[in-house]
């Protein structure tokens, strides 16, 4: 019962909770204000997207996306401080969401567009080549699954992913409490990043519970409560025991709309052009019956998790045989993205040095969620934390973060010092070669963002307005 799950996560994490409530009753205000009105019409609105086109948003969605849950997101960009190394990379999560719903609409027709096809081949039992789904995705599927992708990412904080491992060290009790529940209320859940499991507590909240109840949400038979689960599966990449679970996947697994969004988004942002053929990838989607005498005797994993099942076989995302090609591009897309942006030594450096001047700045550990996820984009947070602008954040004057805001205000940011071979960070089990030594003695990286050691802070401010 979603009552259940809503009581235990609030008594796992009562902080955690109560701040996000604070922060939901603002952000939710307007929303519930025009949910309970009664739908006069159905106007859906057009956007136009430099990746997906034009792209089609119901009532519900822009009621959600007017609102000061999503639009504060046009202030979080999407790579954090990548903006610094790539100067065209200046897009934003709000963008993201957007892209995300054009994705996974895209995606379910062609599951739709491939299960009627599907099912006309099987009228021959000569041309049947493999099990066809019981499983019919109607249009109160396609409205949910939308709807969790617009939201998946509310969760996100300043800086997007840079300030996610100072918040977990100072909720740490609460978010192991809240992943483990997750991790027995859905299946295939291992872990959630801090940002999901704040997207998750938004949904849970009370208030975003009575928007999916108002009038103008109404969209099918379902319950709010059914999708609730559906959209807190879809965030975290678990399923929820449905006969449509599956469609969860499409948000959050290995072949997701989040995926195809941010690859192509970034790439074409930070000038970097990737060879990757999405529309070929959604075009050979469908859903796949998996028991074990579908599967490949080598495939012993799947076939465990069929036997789970009450009828001993499950319906899953699947790439048709003619989309391996593209799903290979995207793999590699994704490598090169990894390697040549997302862990560029300066990009990491910046994101450090962000996660430090929140550190520094909250010497007194007085910053709350609420703090932190004030509406004011990331270059104003930047200055707010440094004492350069004045707001209403509990912060003392402090000269290490004044010095760390304004070095990243003038792109000082750290220098490489050094840099490991993971093998030595994980532990030698082997004697290296001389040429792996060589290799090694000459490759270096940025300064660990947590470290510590106060004698080391002047070496730092010695480079902080050194400009590469």
Same mark, same amino acid.
């Given at each position: 019962?979603?009552?259940?799950?809503?009581?235990?996560?609030?008594?796992?994490?009562?902080?955690?909770?109560?701040?996000?409530?604070?922060?939901?009753?603002?952000?939710?205000?307007?929303?519930?204000?025009?949910?309970?009105?009664?739908?006069?019409?159905?106007?859906?609105?057009?956007?136009?997207?430099?990746?997906?086109?034009?792209?089609?948003?119901?009532?519900?969605?822009?009621?959600?996306?007017?609102?000061?849950?999503?639009?504060?997101?046009?202030?979080?960009?999407?790579?954090?401080?990548?903006?610094?190394?790539?100067?065209?990379?200046?897009?934003?999560?709000?963008?993201?969401?957007?892209?995300?719903?054009? !994705?996974?609409?895209?995606?379910?027709?062609?599951?739709?567009?491939?299960?009627?096809?599907?099912?006309?081949?099987?009228?021959?039992?000569?041309?049947?080549?493999?099990?066809?789904?019981?499983?019919?995705?109607?249009?109160?599927?396609?409205?949910?699954?939308?709807?969790?992708?617009?939201?998946?990412?509310?969760?996100?904080?300043?800086?997007?992913?840079?300030?996610?491992?100072?918040? !977990?060290?100072?909720?740490?009790?609460?978010?192991?409490?809240?992943?483990?529940?997750?991790?027995?209320?859905?299946?295939?859940?291992?872990?959630?990043?801090?940002?999901?499991?704040?997207?998750?507590?938004?949904?849970?909240?009370?208030?975003?519970?009575?928007?999916?109840?108002?009038?103008?949400?109404?969209?099918?038979?379902?319950?709010?409560?059914?999708?609730?689960?559906?959209?807190?599966?879809?965030?975290?990449?678990?399923?929820?025991?449905?006969?449509?679970?599956?469609?969860?996947?499409?948000?959050?697994?290995?072949?997701?709309?989040?995926?195809?969004?941010?690859?192509?988004?970034?790439?074409?942002?930070?000038?970097?052009?990737?060879?990757?053929?999405?529309?070929?990838?959604?075009?050979?989607?469908?859903?796949?019956?998996?028991?074990?005498?579908?599967?490949?005797?080598?495939?012993?994993?799947?076939?465990?998790?069929?036997?789970?099942?009450?009828?001993?076989?499950?319906?899953?995302?699947?790439?048709?045989?003619?989309?391996?090609?593209?799903?290979?591009?995207?793999?590699?897309?994704?490598?090169?993205?990894?390697?040549?942006?997302?862990?560029?030594?300066?990009?990491?450096?910046?994101?450090?040095?962000?996660?430090?001047?929140?550190?520094?700045?909250?010497?007194?550990?007085?910053?709350?969620?609420?703090?932190?996820?004030?509406?004011?984009?990331?270059?104003?947070?930047?200055?707010?934390?440094?004492?350069?602008?004045?707001?209403?954040?509990?912060?003392?004057?402090?000269?290490?973060?004044?010095?760390?805001?304004?070095?990243?205000?003038?792109?000082?940011?750290?220098?490489?010092?050094?840099?490991?071979?993971?093998?030595?960070?994980?532990?030698?089990?082997?004697?290296?070669?001389?040429?792996?030594?060589?290799?090694?003695?000459?490759?270096?990286?940025?300064?660990?963002?947590?470290?510590?050691?106060?004698?080391?802070?002047?070496?730092? !401010?010695?480079?902080?307005?050194?400009?590469?």
């Amino acid at each position: 019962m979603l009552a259940d799950l809503i009581a235990e996560m609030k008594g796992s994490a009562p902080d955690l909770w109560a701040e996000v409530h604070l922060l939901c009753e603002r952000w939710l205000e307007e929303p519930l204000k025009l949910s309970k009105q009664p739908r006069t019409s159905y106007r859906i609105k057009h956007l136009n997207d430099p990746i997906w086109g034009t792209i089609e948003l119901m009532p519900w969605e822009m009621t959600l996306l007017d609102s000061d849950l999503v639009q504060r997101l046009r202030g979080v960009k999407q790579l954090g401080l990548a903006h610094l190394v790539f100067p065209g990379a200046t897009h934003d999560r709000f963008s993201h969401l957007c892209g995300v719903v054009a !994705a996974v609409d895209r995606m379910v027709g062609s599951i739709r567009r491939n299960a009627g096809h599907r099912r006309l081949a099987s009228a021959n039992a000569a041309q049947a080549s493999a099990p066809v789904s019981d499983f019919t995705v109607d249009d109160e599927d396609r409205y949910v699954t939308r709807l969790a992708a617009l939201v998946h990412d509310v969760g996100h904080g300043p800086f997007s992913h840079a300030v996610e491992p100072l918040i !977990a060290m100072r909720y740490r009790a609460e978010i192991d409490g809240l992943q483990a529940i997750l991790a027995r209320s859905f299946r295939g859940v291992s872990h959630v990043s801090v940002s999901e499991l704040m997207s998750v507590l938004v949904v849970l909240s009370e208030f975003f519970q009575q928007f999916l109840q108002g009038p103008i949400v109404r969209f099918g038979p379902r319950s709010p409560e059914e999708i609730t689960k559906r959209i807190v599966a879809s965030i975290v990449g678990g399923l929820d025991g449905s006969p449509g679970e599956c469609l969860a996947l499409l948000v959050s697994s290995q072949i997701d709309a989040d995926k195809l969004d941010y690859m192509a988004r970034d790439a074409h942002h930070a000038g970097l052009p990737i060879d990757f053929d999405s529309e070929r990838l959604i075009s050979k989607l469908e859903i796949a019956v998996v028991s074990r005498e579908t599967l490949a005797p080598r495939l012993n994993d799947l076939a465990r998790r069929a036997d789970e099942y009450p009828h001993r076989r499950y319906n899953d995302v699947a790439i048709a045989a003619a989309g391996v090609g593209a799903f290979e591009q995207m793999l590699v897309g994704r490598t090169f993205l990894y390697d040549r942006l997302y862990h560029h030594h300066k990009v990491r450096a910046a994101d450090a040095m962000a996660q430090r001047l929140v550190h520094y700045a909250d010497e007194g550990h007085e910053l709350r969620v609420t703090d932190l996820f004030l509406s004011l984009p990331d270059e104003a947070m930047i200055r707010a934390l440094g004492g350069l602008i004045t707001t209403d954040l509990p912060l003392k004057s402090n000269r290490k973060a004044k010095a760390l805001a304004t070095a990243l205000v003038s792109r000082g940011l750290y220098k490489r010092a050094f840099a490991f071979a993971g093998r030595f960070l994980a532990g030698l089990e082997f004697e290296p070669s001389q040429a792996e030594a060589e290799e090694d003695s000459d490759a270096s990286d940025s300064v660990d963002p947590l470290m510590s050691e106060q004698e080391k802070d002047a070496e730092r !401010a010695r480079v902080l307005h050194q400009i590469n």
